[in-house]
C-alpha cells in the first residue's frame, strides 16, 4: 500500500494541534523522548483528561504516536511526513522558550522515578521529592491538612 500525500484536511488538523500552548509544551517534553500521558500530566499541572484531549488533537494532527503498555498510555513525536517536517523547525524555536526549558528539567528529574511511583503519588511531585513546595505568600491560608 502507498502512502498518500497529505493534504489540506491534514494541514489543517496539524494546525489544530499547534494552536495552543499547552500542546507546544507537551510536544517540547516528547522531543526529549516518549513519555507517559501521567508525566506529561504532572508537568502541566492538568487534570489528565485534559491532557489526554490535548494529545488526542496532537495526535489527530500527526504529530504524535501512541503505545500503550497496560493501563498506561506512553507517547512520543510523530514519524509520518507532516511530522518530519513541522516539528524540526518548530522545536528549534521551542528550544530556546523558557517555560519549555523548564518543563524539559522536570522531564528529566522525573524520569528518574518509576510511572507507576508517580501515580501511586497522585502525580504529587513534592511527594516524591521532584519539585519544592510553593512558597506561602503572607496571608494565605496554609494547603488542606498542613500544619501550622
Not at 1 to 13: A, F, I, N
Not at 37 to 49: D, I, R
Not at 126 to 134: E, H, L, M, R, T
Amino acid at each position: 500500500m502507498t502512502k498518500r500525500h497529505p493534504d489540506l484536511r491534514d494541514l489543517v488538523e496539524t494546525s489544530k494541534g499547534l494552536a495552543h500552548p499547552a500542546r507546544l509544551r507537551l510536544l517540547g517534553m516528547l522531543a526529549t523522548g516518549e513519555l507517559c500521558v501521567c508525566q506529561m500530566t504532572a508537568v502541566l499541572g492538568l487534570a489528565s483528561s485534559t491532557v489526554s484531549q490535548h494529545l488526542s488533537v496532537l495526535s489527530r494532527g500527526g504529530l504524535v504516536a501512541d503505545r500503550k503498555e497496560g493501563k498506561l498510555v506512553y507517547y512520543r513525536l510523530g514519524e509520518g511526513e507532516i511530522a518530519k517536517t513541522v516539528l524540526p523547525p518548530l522545536l528549534a524555536l521551542l528550544g530556546e522558550d523558557e517555560q519549555a526549558k523548564a518543563d524539559r528539567a522536570l522531564i528529566e528529574r522525573l524520569r528518574e522515578v518509576p510511572v507507576l511511583e508517580l501515580c501511586a503519588a497522585d502525580l504529587d511531585l513534592v511527594a516524591i521529592g521532584v519539585a519544592k513546595p510553593a512558597p506561602q505568600h503572607p496571608g494565605t491560608p496554609p494547603p488542606r491538612g498542613a500544619t501550622p
